[in-house]
C-alpha cells in the first residue's frame, strides 16, 4: 500500500475491510494495522457485526463505516467527510444490497438522502455498494450517476472488467476485487469450500495461504465539480519467491 499510495500519487484511500479478520469481520487490532499503512477510510458489509469488540471503534471513529442502511439507531455510521493528503474534503458512503442479502432499508433512497447531505460539505463522495448481484450494483451506478464521484461494488471478491465513467460523469466499477491468497475460493482454503459444494453438508472455512493479489481500483477525480476523468483497475500479484 505504501508504494501504490507514493508511485501513483494517491490522495486519498479507501478500502473495504468487512472480510480481513480471518475472513469473518475486522477486530480494532486489525483495524489499527490497516490504517498504519496509509488507509484513509475502512467500510464494511453484511459481516460489519462478525467481532463484537468492534462495535465501540463503530462508535468512536469516523474512518470506519458500517452500511448506511442499517436502522438507525443500530451503533456505528454509514458515512464520513474525511480530509485527503491534499487537505480536501473527501464524502464517503457505505451501503449494502437486499438483493440475496438482508433485508435492510433501501439502499438506493438511503443513499440518496445520504448524498444530499454529503454534498453540502464536498463534491468528491465516493459510494461502497457492498451487494451480491450485479444488477443491483449497476443500477446503483445509474441511481447515483452525476451525482457523486464514483460508485464502486465490493464483497463478491472476484475483480470484473467493466471500469468507465458513466455519461454524467461517476467513475463506476461492479467490483474492484479481493486482496488475499490466490489459490483459494475467494480467499478460502479450496477443499472446504468444495465439500461444502460437492456433499451440501457445513464446513468450517479457513483462510488460505500461499502467494496473495491485490486488487484495487485508482480514480482520478476533478476536485473542484466532483466529476471522475478517469478510473483505472489495479492488480498486483505476489509470486512464490516472494515469499521466500
Known sequence: MPEIIGGLGIDFVVANAENAAGGFGLTPEIATELFGYGIDCLTMGNHVWSK????PVLEENPALLRPINYPEDVPGKGETVLTSRTGMPVGVVNVCGTTFMDNLCCPFRTVAASV?????????????????ATSEKVAMGQYLDGKVSAVIGTHTHVQTADEQILPAGTAYLTDCGMTGPMDSILGMKSSSVLERFLTRLPAKFEVASGPAVFSGAVIDVEVTTGKARAIERIVRKETREQLI
Open 116 to 132: 444530499e447531505r454529503l454534498l453540502a460539505q464536498t463534491p468528491v463522495i465516493l459510494v461502497d455498494m457492498h451487494a451480491e
Open 52 to 55: 463484537k469488540e468492534l462495535i
